[in-house]
């Protein structure tokens, strides 16, 4: 058990709909990563959130959005869906303490939440 | 931009076999991570390196950050099947604010 947790587990929806994924981050740690993986794809770096604000932004369409609240939790926000969004959907954790003070980044990983878009 | 390559995509030996997996940037970076993933699950923390040249093991497999920190490798002695999975390096740097990046990802099959 990583300790982050990622809700829902799976998640069944029509095209044009939004769906909300959630994450709870390990217990401390500060830094959010939301990362897409299609089939048999790599991990596609979508938005890091540190400390309730946005860090880095990769390949992310305008369709998604994403948060992090007060006490860490972050949530996804996906909206129009299309066929094409169906993927895993990663949340992972990471830092204790931060910048400039660390200088490696470990990352926690939850579970994933399995997006099918029908 | 930050790109990590690794090679092969994909990887499959029988059991008892050595392998192993490359992971190459044009980047520098503070750390380097390795981790498996299997279907259906997130990724897992095999190691992180972070000096250059540095070389860790783990039971059969042991991991070596290059000297210029931009490269790394992943060496599995007498493969088994539950080496089995997809491992997926993955590199930060403090000029990106440790945004984490990850290579391609190496399918591996070992048979029995």
């Known amino acids: 058990d990583s300790g982050v947790t990622q809700t829902p587990k799976h998640l069944i929806t029509a095209t044009g709909q939004r769906v909300t994924l959630r994450c709870s981050p390990r217990?401390?740690?500060?830094?959010v990563y939301w990362y897409q993986q299609s089939l048999d794809q790599g991990l596609q770096f979508l938005i890091q959130?540190?400390?309730?604000?946005?860090?880095a932004k990769g390949n992310i369409l305008e369709r998604f959005s994403a948060q992090q609240f007060p006490d860490l939790h972050s949530e996804l926000n996906l909206s129009s869906l299309e066929l094409g969004d169906s993927a895993l959907y990663f949340c992972?954790?990471?830092?204790?303490?931060?910048?400039?003070?660390?200088?490696?980044?470990?990352?926690?990983f939850g579970q994933g939440t399995r997006l099918t878009v029908v | 931009t930050q790109l990590l390559e690794q090679s092969p995509q994909f990887l499959s030996i029988q059991e008892g076999e050595n392998l192993t997996v490359y992971c190459n940037s044009s980047?520098?970076?503070?750390?380097l991570q390795w981790y498996r993933q299997e279907p259906g699950e997130g990724p897992v923390l095999l190691v992180t390196?972070?000096?250059?040249?540095e070389v860790k093991k783990l039971k059969r497999l042991t991991f070596q950050f290059g000297d210029a920190r931009k490269d790394s490798s992943l060496h599995i002695t007498a493969a088994q099947p539950g080496d089995t999975g997809l491992y997926l390096c993955?590199?930060?740097?403090?000029?990106?604010?440790?945004?984490?990046?990850f290579g391609g990802g190496t399918r591996v099959l070992v048979k029995p």
């Open positions: 992972a954790s990471s830092v204790k303490t931060g910048p400039p003070l660390f200088s490696n980044t470990e990352a926690f």
């Open positions: 217990s401390g740690d500060l830094s």
């Open positions: 959130y540190y400390n309730g604000e946005e860090r």
């Open positions: 980047s520098v970076f503070s750390s």
């Open positions: 390196v972070v000096t250059g040249g």
């Open positions: 993955a590199g930060a740097t403090k000029a990106a604010g440790n945004k984490l990046t």
